[in-house]
C-alpha cells in the first residue's frame, strides 16, 4: 500500500520557521521526484516546491523563493520542507506528492493527507 504520511506542521507566528516532513511507503522513493503543493483557505491547489529524485535540482514558487528549502533523503524515504520566514499567506493544508517525470506539468501519481500550516499573531 502506497503512503504519504505529512507531519510538522502547526501555529507559528509571521517570522517563524517550521519544517514539514512527509515519510514514503509503499513504491520506489527514489525513483520519484517530490512535491509539496499547498491550498490555502477557500482557494485552488498552488504547487510550491519540486525536487528530482536523486535530490540533485530543486525548484521553487516565486511567492516561497528564498524563504522555502525542500531536501530529500533517500535513504529514510523522507522528503522535507524548511519554511522561514513564514508569512499570513503562507497559511494553507500542505501536501507532499510523488511524480514519476520531475518536470512541469506535474502529474502526481500518489497524495499525502495534508498538514495544516497557520501562520498567525
Known amino acids: 500500500e502506497v503512503q504519504l504520511v505529512e507531519s510538522g506542521g502547526g501555529l507559528v507566528q509571521p517570522g517563524g520557521s517550521l519544517r514539514l516532513s512527509c515519510a514514503a511507503s509503499g513504491f520506489t522513493f527514489s525513483s520519484y521526484a517530490m512535491s509539496w503543493v499547498r491550498q490555502a483557505p477557500g482557494k485552488g491547489l498552488e504547487w510550491v516546491s519540486a525536487i528530482d529524485s536523486g535530490g540533485g535540482s530543486t525548484s521553487y514558487a516565486d511567492s516561497v523563493k528564498g524563504r522555502f528549502t525542500i531536501s530529500r533523503d533517500n535513504a529514510k524515504n523522507t522528503v522535507y520542507l524548511q519554511m522561514n520566514s513564514l508569512k499570513p499567506e503562507d497559511t494553507a493544508v500542505y501536501y507532499c506528492?510523488?511524480?514519476?517525470?520531475?518536470?512541469?506539468?506535474?502529474?502526481?501519481?500518489?497524495w499525502g493527507q495534508g498538514t495544516q500550516v497557520t501562520v498567525s499573531s
Open positions: 506528492a510523488a511524480d514519476p517525470v520531475g518536470s512541469p506539468p506535474y502529474e502526481f501519481d500518489y
